[in-house]
Protein backbone atom coordinates (compact mmCIF):
# COMPACT_ATOMS: atom_id res chain seq x y z
CA UNK A 1 0.00 0.00 0.00
CA UNK A 2 2.71 2.04 0.98
CA UNK A 3 4.17 2.13 -2.75
CA UNK A 4 1.36 2.50 -4.49
CA UNK A 5 0.94 6.22 -2.02
CA UNK A 6 4.19 6.79 -3.39
CA UNK A 7 3.63 6.20 -6.78
CA UNK A 8 0.20 8.07 -6.55
CA UNK A 9 1.93 11.41 -4.76
CA UNK A 10 5.05 11.07 -7.39
CA UNK A 11 2.80 11.31 -10.35
CA UNK A 12 0.58 13.92 -8.42
CA UNK A 13 3.79 15.98 -8.32
CA UNK A 14 4.80 15.16 -11.89
CA UNK A 15 1.26 16.85 -12.96
CA UNK A 16 1.80 19.84 -10.97
CA UNK A 17 5.09 20.94 -12.23
CA UNK A 18 3.81 20.23 -16.08
CA UNK A 19 1.11 21.98 -15.44
CA UNK A 20 3.11 25.38 -14.05
CA UNK A 21 5.38 25.41 -16.90
CA UNK A 22 5.28 28.47 -18.53
CA UNK A 23 4.74 29.12 -22.48
CA UNK A 24 7.88 30.61 -23.57
CA UNK A 25 8.72 31.54 -27.29
CA UNK A 26 10.82 28.63 -27.56
CA UNK A 27 8.22 25.78 -26.62
CA UNK A 28 5.06 27.62 -27.65
CA UNK A 29 3.19 26.04 -30.60
CA UNK A 30 3.74 27.82 -34.47
CA UNK A 31 1.69 27.90 -38.08
CA UNK A 32 4.77 24.74 -38.27
CA UNK A 33 4.01 22.71 -35.54
CA UNK A 34 1.96 19.58 -34.94
CA UNK A 35 -1.01 19.81 -33.61
CA UNK A 36 -0.05 17.59 -30.43
CA UNK A 37 -3.27 15.56 -29.19
CA UNK A 38 -6.63 14.69 -30.65
CA UNK A 39 -8.44 14.13 -34.11
CA UNK A 40 -5.98 15.87 -35.64
CA UNK A 41 -2.61 15.04 -33.56
CA UNK A 42 0.63 15.10 -36.29
CA UNK A 43 -1.63 17.88 -38.47
CA UNK A 44 0.66 21.06 -39.03
CA UNK A 45 -1.24 23.95 -37.25
CA UNK A 46 -2.15 26.07 -39.69
CA UNK A 47 -3.93 23.07 -41.49
CA UNK A 48 -6.57 22.06 -38.38
CA UNK A 49 -9.50 23.40 -39.44
CA UNK A 50 -10.96 26.78 -37.48
CA UNK A 51 -14.03 24.83 -36.57
CA UNK A 52 -11.89 21.99 -34.69
CA UNK A 53 -9.86 24.69 -32.60
CA UNK A 54 -13.02 26.53 -31.72
CA UNK A 55 -14.44 23.62 -30.46
CA UNK A 56 -11.04 23.33 -28.27
CA UNK A 57 -11.13 26.80 -27.12
CA UNK A 58 -15.16 26.10 -26.02
CA UNK A 59 -13.63 23.22 -24.08
CA UNK A 60 -10.89 24.27 -22.93
CA UNK A 61 -12.62 26.41 -19.86
CA UNK A 62 -13.61 22.41 -18.93
CA UNK A 63 -10.64 20.75 -18.90
CA UNK A 64 -7.04 22.31 -17.88
CA UNK A 65 -3.93 19.98 -19.28
CA UNK A 66 -0.65 21.68 -20.18
CA UNK A 67 -0.92 20.65 -23.71
CA UNK A 68 -4.59 21.99 -23.93
CA UNK A 69 -2.76 25.82 -22.93
CA UNK A 70 -0.12 25.46 -25.39
CA UNK A 71 -2.87 25.43 -27.92
CA UNK A 72 -4.70 27.57 -26.21
CA UNK A 73 -1.97 29.44 -26.57
CA UNK A 74 -1.87 29.09 -29.95
CA UNK A 75 -5.26 30.14 -30.42
CA UNK A 76 -5.08 33.15 -28.54
CA UNK A 77 -1.87 34.65 -30.25
CA UNK A 78 -4.38 33.71 -34.13
CA UNK A 79 -7.55 34.83 -33.04
CA UNK A 80 -8.19 37.79 -35.50
CA UNK A 81 -7.56 35.39 -38.79
CA UNK A 82 -9.78 32.38 -36.90
CA UNK A 83 -12.74 34.74 -36.14
CA UNK A 84 -12.25 35.50 -39.94
CA UNK A 85 -11.89 31.80 -40.78
CA UNK A 86 -14.72 30.25 -38.69
CA UNK A 87 -17.62 32.94 -38.22
CA UNK A 88 -20.34 30.56 -36.96
CA UNK A 89 -18.61 30.61 -33.47
CA UNK A 90 -18.56 33.02 -30.26
CA UNK A 91 -14.94 33.59 -29.99
Known amino acids: MKNLARLTR ?3 QQRLSERSR ?7 LQDSSCM ?7 TLMQDVPASYLFWLWAEAGKEREV ?3 FVAEYIHRNLAA ?3 EY ?3 EW
Do not use: H, R, V, W
Open 87 to 89: TDG
Open 22 to 28: AITPENC
Open 82 to 84: LKM
Open 36 to 42: PFGKYKG
Open 67 to 69: KTC
Open 10 to 12: ASE
